[in-house]
């Protein structure tokens, strides 16, 4: 067995927090135990047999009789390995990672021997359906985990780079969107400086994801996803290709993830397919106070890593980021999609909840402040980090404007709100307007264009322009873009769109009908088995709660869709 080293500094604290943690969170009473255990096999194990590595791309879930189990943070380059929590009779193994399929991130090694029941995957989703009860105690207990995990971070994702670099702030994006345990370090600063030199770094391999560690060089969100087992494989023998697929949903925003708990849990095998996280713009968003449920309102990552989690309960299996190039409606056995690396994927129904993507300011230098990272498009506490007493500028008239600008005086930051129309109550809700009207922390420039971006190697102010007046210049450390999006829809050229690139759905197609005699259903585009939901969709009412409905009610279309072709199947084979 392993001899488990002198932990580093501070991995007693990383222990005490996980003894509390674990105090208070849900656990097994012993007629759950049984009944859990029933969907298993029971098995011998020996002191120093590991159940799962760190690495591994799938495991089972493990109920402890009579071991000893522990967590072990594996040895890094910079750190012994240490034991993060145990687990005891009673117990159960696993956290999130079991629900969105990546790679294991700590390894579970048997300190005392005694008896384990092993719950395969297949009956590990069984459970998750067939036990409401049990299902509530498993889920939260791995948020618990995730959590502890979240600050054992070091043997898990470490990101290195420069902190206002665009291609490192895209990485810190994508782990916190996927719930990954992860730590960013400044390339600059001493741990970052340590980091990489025990992996033999240089300036040039910026940024750098260090995976269970294994150093990723020049590292994107692809790289980490296929590193951590996020990333679709279709190739044969993989256990994704032998997959038989109902539904696919292109787009993890408030309609894809909407879709994707409705229909995983309706008993679909649903795939969710995303270009960069989940949570699409609403992710963006630092608070959302009108949607229905959260009354003290709700961040877009709150509410994304909510949904996702929900998604992940009832079986949806999610890949991200996933370029889906192009889509095939030829096969009559269903839609298929088109990954950006040549992988196809077919399923009986697809959803198309793509969203849109963000307009760009046109003004000279945009490019060179956007690869700074002075230039964002969402407005979520780490894009606030760094704006705390600083003069920042946000630009747009909608509510993800408005949000925006309290968010960041909130925190302290001076905002110029720019608005390109004459009034703000033209395009955003009463209760932003009140707000933002009162707050001396923000200036309104409405009638009011950005025109220019000044600075030297690090943004230092917008130049406005309000009306036909010259242009002057104010000083600002940073410009949050909220100018609305254009419909992700180039992939979709087989497909009726509106003049604007919109998706036409319903009595909206040309057809206008689902088949002889039967009209067209709700969210069905020109091809009877894909559909579209949100903000993709012509028609559709750019808020959060109208694109979770549409999510929904695109699920109940399919569901109907293939009822209907069912029937159909039936009546020919009695003709």
């Known amino acids: 067995m392993p001899q488990e080293s002198e932990p580093a500094a501070g991995t007693e604290d990383v222990r005490a927090e996980a003894v509390a943690a674990l105090a208070d969170a849900p656990s097994l009473n012993p007629e759950q135990f049984r009944r859990l255990a029933s ?19 799938r495991y089972d879930l493990f109920l402890i009789e009579s071991a000893v189990v522990d ?4 040895a890094t380059a910079t750190d012994s390995e240490y034991v993060v929590y145990s687990r005891h009779p009673g117990d159960f193994t ?4 079991m629900l969105t399929g990546q790679s294991v991130f700590l390894t579970a090694r048997v300190s005392r021997p005694g008896v384990v029941i092993r719950i395969g995957g297949e009956r590990f989703r069984a459970v998750l359906r067939e ?4 299902a509530d105690v498993i889920v939260e207990a791995f948020s618990v985990r995730r959590r502890i995990v979240q600050r054992a971070a070091g043997s898990v994702l470490e990101i290195v780079g420069a902190p206002h670099s665009d291609q490192t702030r895209a990485l810190q994006a994508y782990a916190a969107r996927l719930l990954l345990p992860h730590e960013a370090l400044d390339a600059d600063s001493v741990p970052g400086q340590a980091l990489m030199a025990a992996h033999g770094l240089t300036a040039a391999d910026l940024p750098v994801a260090v995976v269970s560690d294994r150093a990723l060089r020049r590292a994107a969100p692809h790289d980490v996803a296929a590193a951590i087992g996020l990333t679709y494989d279709g190739s044969p023998g993989s256990g994704d290709s032998m997959r038989a697929v109902d539904l ?10 909407a879709a994707a708990v409705y229909g995983a849990s309706e008993g679909l095998a649903t795939v969710l397919l995303d270009s960069g996280g989940a949570g699409g713009q609403a992710a963006t968003s630092s608070r959302i106070e009108n949607y229905l449920g959260f009354p003290r309102g709700v961040s877009g990552e709150e509410l994304t890593r909510l949904a996702l989690v929900q998604a992940l309960k009832f079986g949806a299996q ?13 096969d009559p056995r269903g839609p298929a999609v088109r990954l950006a690396d040549g992988v196809r994927l077919r399923a009986r129904s697809l959803i198309v909840a793509t969203g849109a993507r963000y307009r760009r300011l046109s003004v000279p230098r945009l490019d060179e402040f956007e690869k700074l990272g002075h230039v964002r498009y969402s407005a979520t506490e780490l894009d606030a980090r760094d704006c705390v007493t600083r003069p920042v500028t946000v630009v747009g008239g909608a509510n993800s ?21 004459e009034e703000i109550r033209q395009s955003m809700s009463d209760y932003l307007c009140r707000r933002l009207e009162a707050d001396p922390k923000i200036h309104l420039h ?19 322009a309000h009306g036909d007046a010259p242009g002057r210049e104010v000083p600002s450390s940073a410009v949050f873009c909220f100018i609305g999006a254009d419909p992700d829809t180039d992939w979709l050229a087989c497909l009726e769109r509106d003049p604007h690139g919109f998706l036409l759905t319903g009595t909206r197609t040309s057809a206008r009908t689902a088949g002889p005699g039967r009209p067209a259903l709700p969210y069905q585009t020109s091809h009877p088995r894909v559909f579209a939901a949100g903000d993709v969709r012509a028609g559709s009412v750019k808020r959060v709660a109208s694109a979770v409905g549409e999510g929904a009610g695109a699920v109940a279309s399919v569901h109907q869709m293939l009822a209907q072709e069912h029937d159909g199947a039936l009546r020919s084979l009695r003709l």
């Open 248 to 257: 696919v949903v292109v787009g993890a925003g408030p309609a894809g993830l």
């Open 446 to 464: 409405h009638r009011t264009q950005v025109v220019g971006l000044t600075g030297d190697g690090a943004l230092s102010g917008v130049v406005l």
């Open 131 to 134: 036990q409401v009860d049990i």
């Open 71 to 74: 967590v072990v943070r594996d």
């Open 94 to 97: 696993g956290e999130l990672s």
């Open 39 to 57: 969907y298993g096999e029971r098995e011998d194990v020996a002191q120093g047999d590991v159940l799962y590595a760190t690495g591994d791309r």
């Open 318 to 330: 999610l890949y991200a980021p996933c370029d889906v190039v192009a889509l095939d409606v030829g």
């Open 401 to 421: 404007a408005g949000q925006a600008a309290l968010f960041l005086a909130a925190r302290g930051a001076r905002v110029d709100l720019v608005v390109r129309g």
